[in-house]
Nanobody
Framework: QVQLVESGGGSVQAGGSLRLSCTASSYTYMMAWFRQAPGKEREAVAT????????YYADSVNGRFTMSQDSAKTTVYLQMSSLKPEDTAMYYCAAAETIGRWSEPGDFRYWGQGTQVTVSS
């Protein structure tokens, strides 16, 4: 069983920045950030495969968000810049011990409790 502990999030004005962190209790093959706004489906934001260098990003955040991983490959970060009101959502860290599709929630076995990000205009 892998536990995920998230931190960061909060409230910021449009154009501002926030950083999210997520630490896994053990190594996993892939880690991701998803988000879910009220009344909407959960969507992938960014995913990193521990054995590869470059994360995958949703088109809506590409160029504004940066996902990175520490050398132990158990902590991931999501640096969010140029935030927009439409980025407001609950953000979840997710992880999997086996290879899967970067944007498919069903391919991730472990989930964090979520952290709220609110962007005001």
């Amino acid at each position: 069983q892998v536990q995920l502990v998230e931190s960061g999030g909060g409230s910021v004005q449009a154009g501002g920045s926030l950083r999210l962190s997520c630490t896994a209790s053990s190594y996993t093959y892939m880690m991701a950030w998803f988000r879910q706004a009220p009344g909407k489906e959960r969507e992938a934001v960014a995913t990193i495969y521990s054995e590869y260098t470059y994360p995958y990003y949703a088109d809506s955040v590409n160029g504004r968000f940066t996902m990175s991983q520490d050398s132990a490959k158990t902590t991931v970060y999501l640096q969010m810049s140029s935030l927009k009101p439409e980025d407001t959502a609950m953000y979840y860290c997710a992880a999997a011990e086996t290879i899967g599709r970067w944007s498919e929630p069903g391919d991730f076995r472990y989930w964090g409790q979520g952290t709220q990000v609110t962007v005001s205009s």
